[in-house]
């Protein structure tokens, strides 16, 4: 399936956009600049698929990627959808801009029962922020499933790596809604792409 060419479908700025339910869905959360679009881009081997976050206008949307070569009619829906959710934790965001996007995940988050689970990425080098952690609440409260992806882990060591693995951990256990298992993933030296493959298909084939 990610050995397939992939295709963008849509960008959905409000719920009404949404395409209708169908195909399973996972989708990516993370701050901004957090190597989400790398991420996925690393995933299906494409590099101009999820452009970064810098390009205006899809900002602030889902977007939506299927594999391609499905017409998305009843009896031909492609068998995943990737959403790339919008970044999160600019320093200057406006505070209609974090309101805008805090309303269109929650609603998000708790309306689409094809959602099968969230990727959360993190940056190594970082850790979990207070915004992430502000994300987790989010998503245990809307029930969804999720699992922490750490990205770039090709810029520390790997003490450093084991260190946040177990920290990340810890701050985790506790959770409702956590998936237990953290990913360390460099898209930059493809590092944990197939783990992440599997733990994908895992989530949406049960
Ligand atoms: P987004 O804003 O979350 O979509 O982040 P991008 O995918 O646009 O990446 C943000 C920056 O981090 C870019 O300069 C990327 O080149 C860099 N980056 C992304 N993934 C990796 C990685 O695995 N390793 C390293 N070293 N840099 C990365």
Do not use: C
């Not at 922020?129 to 882990?153: F, G, H, M, R």
């Not at 506790?174 to 030296?189: D, L």
């Amino acid at each position: 399936l990610f050995a397939r060419p992939w295709v963008f479908i849509r960008g959905v700025p409000a719920m009404k956009f949404l395409p209708p339910e169908g195909p399973p869905e996972v989708a990516f959360a993370g701050r901004s600049n957090v190597g989400k679009s790398s991420l996925i881009n690393a995933l299906v081997r494409q590099k101009g698929l999820a452009r970064t976050s810098n390009t205006p206008g899809r900002t602030q949307e889902l977007n939506y990627f299927v594999p391609d070569g499905f017409s998305g009619q009843a009896g031909d829906l492609p068998p995943l959808a990737l959403v790339d959710m919008p970044g999160y934790g600019f320093a200057k965001a406006p505070k209609a801009q974090v309101k805008k996007w805090t309303e269109l995940v929650f609603d998000y988050l708790r309306g689409r029962s094809t959602l099968k689970r969230v990727y959360v990425l993190i940056d190594a080098r970082h850790g979990l922020k207070a915004n992430d952690e502000d994300v987790l609440k989010l998503l245990d409260t809307a029930a969804v499933s999720y699992q922490i992806v750490l990205t770039k882990i090709d810029k520390i060591k790997t003490a450093g790596i084991d260190r946040l693995l177990r920290e990340t951990d810890e701050r985790i256990r506790k959770r409702p809604a956590a998936f237990p298992h953290i990913v360390a993933t460099s898209s930059e030296k493809s590092i944990g792409m197939d783990e992440l493959r599997q733990a994908i298909m895992d989530a949406t084939q049960s």
